[in-house]
């Protein structure tokens, strides 16, 4: 086995000395005061073995790391059903994007932009009794950590800001992919995203996407078939339009958020989570997209 805590020191000290860390989300005001300075990597064998380097025990706001969790949910409750309302096509665009979305009579490209995970939600909340506390409880569950909560002040700041949000839902609506009422839907949506983890809590939420479904409880969530389906959606569409550069540079399938978090994985081997708030052009974490490629690098262990 490697020296995982070596190679993750290693990353860890030439990273943090890069001259330029990219520049913090400040579309959403509440994330615009992070710390840029702010780095942690984790890393969790299927052994169940830890390692970890930098502020990786900090809480920071997932962002759209939370979509691949609510894809989760929806294709436990309704399976297949999912693919009927939203396509599995990379995007080439950014995450926001709605051109696309009217052309292609409001089936969003993938469940991982914003309008594909606002169809998702749409799902959840018709399928859950309560659906922001029943939610929570699922990502509590599969992190096996009852402190895992929302970020209040986060979700309050989306919803007033979230203009493109609110237009991807109507445009949804019009074409009739959007069951309930658009607030509802964007209420539960904005808190999905507020959602507060780790790095270490954030590759215990995705052993689940290495393990066959398995969550650290041993609880099966959802079936093989489906974590096949779920880990090729984040490989191909998990960076927008930046996921063909991270699949070149370093090979695993995973996915981003504006937060600054990225999670990646290898099945049966590991999951591993990186933050730095620190965007680069693409809105992907820019220290966060080198670690990751100085670890299969040096590892030598990604799928292909």
């Given at each position: 086995?490697?020296?995982?805590?070596?190679?993750?020191?290693?990353?860890?000290?030439?990273?943090?000395?890069?001259?330029?860390?990219?520049?913090?989300?400040?579309?959403?005001?509440?994330?615009?005061?992070?710390?840029?300075?702010?780095?942690?990597?984790?890393?969790?064998?299927?052994?169940?073995?830890?390692?970890?380097?930098?502020?990786?025990?900090?809480?920071?706001?997932?962002?759209?790391?939370?979509?691949?969790?609510?894809?989760?949910?929806?294709?436990?409750?309704?399976?297949?059903?999912?693919?009927?309302?939203?396509?599995?096509?990379?995007?080439?665009?950014?995450?926001?994007?709605?051109?696309?979305?009217?052309?292609?009579?409001?089936?969003?490209?993938?469940?991982?932009?914003?309008?594909?995970?606002?169809?998702?939600?749409?799902?959840?909340?018709?399928?859950?009794?309560?659906?922001?506390?029943?939610?929570?409880?699922?990502?509590?569950?599969?992190?096996n950590d009852n402190s895992v909560n929302y970020n209040m002040d986060v979700?309050?700041?989306?919803?007033?800001?979230?203009?493109?949000?609110?237009?991807?839902?109507?445009?949804?609506?019009?074409?009739?992919?959007?069951?309930?009422?658009?607030?509802?839907?964007?209420?539960?949506?904005?808190?999905?995203?507020?959602?507060?983890?780790?790095?270490?809590?954030?590759?215990?939420?995705?052993?689940?996407?290495?393990?066959?479904?398995?969550c650290l409880r041993n609880k099966l969530h959802i079936n093989d078939r489906?974590?096949?389906?779920?880990?090729?959606?984040?490989?191909?569409?998990?960076?927008?339009?930046?996921?063909?550069?991270?699949?070149?540079?370093?090979?695993?399938?995973?996915?981003?958020?504006?937060?600054?978090?990225?999670?990646?994985?290898?099945?049966?081997?590991?999951?591993?989570?990186?933050?730095?708030?620190?965007?680069?052009?693409?809105?992907?974490?820019?220290?966060?997209?080198?670690?990751?490629?100085?670890?299969?690098?040096?590892?030598?262990?990604?799928?292909?």
């Open positions: 086995m490697p020296d995982y805590q070596a190679i993750l020191n290693t990353i860890y000290s030439e990273a943090i000395q890069a001259s330029d860390k990219g520049i913090v989300a400040s579309y959403i005001p509440e994330l615009a005061h992070i710390d840029i300075n702010n780095f942690g990597i984790h890393l969790r064998t299927s052994e169940g073995k830890n390692f970890g380097v930098g502020d990786y025990n900090k809480l920071f706001s997932i962002q759209s790391i939370s979509k691949v969790l609510a894809l989760s949910k929806a294709m436990e409750l309704v399976g297949e059903a999912v693919w009927d309302r939203v396509d599995v096509e990379p995007s080439g665009n950014p995450f926001n994007f709605l051109t696309l979305l009217e052309v292609e009579n409001g089936i969003p490209r993938n469940p991982l932009i914003n309008s594909g995970a606002i169809v998702i939600s749409d799902i959840l909340v018709s399928k859950l009794k309560n659906p922001k506390d029943d939610f929570l409880n699922y990502i509590r569950d599969l992190v979700a309050q700041s989306e919803k007033a800001t979230g203009f493109k949000n609110y237009a991807a839902a109507n445009l949804l609506k019009s074409f009739k992919n959007l069951n309930n009422p658009v607030e509802e839907v964007l209420d539960f949506y904005f808190h999905q995203c507020s959602i507060e983890m780790t790095c270490s809590q954030l590759s215990n939420a995705f052993y689940l996407f290495a393990n066959n479904g398995c489906q974590v096949k389906r779920i880990n090729a959606i984040m490989l191909t569409c998990g960076f927008y339009d930046e996921a063909g550069e991270f699949a070149f540079e370093v090979g695993l399938p995973g996915k981003s958020g504006v937060g600054g978090g990225i999670v990646a994985l290898l099945p049966d081997k590991f999951v591993i989570t990186t933050w730095s708030p620190g965007l680069n052009v693409k809105g992907n974490s820019k220290l966060g997209m080198l670690a990751l490629e100085q670890f299969t690098t040096k590892t030598k262990l990604s799928i292909f």
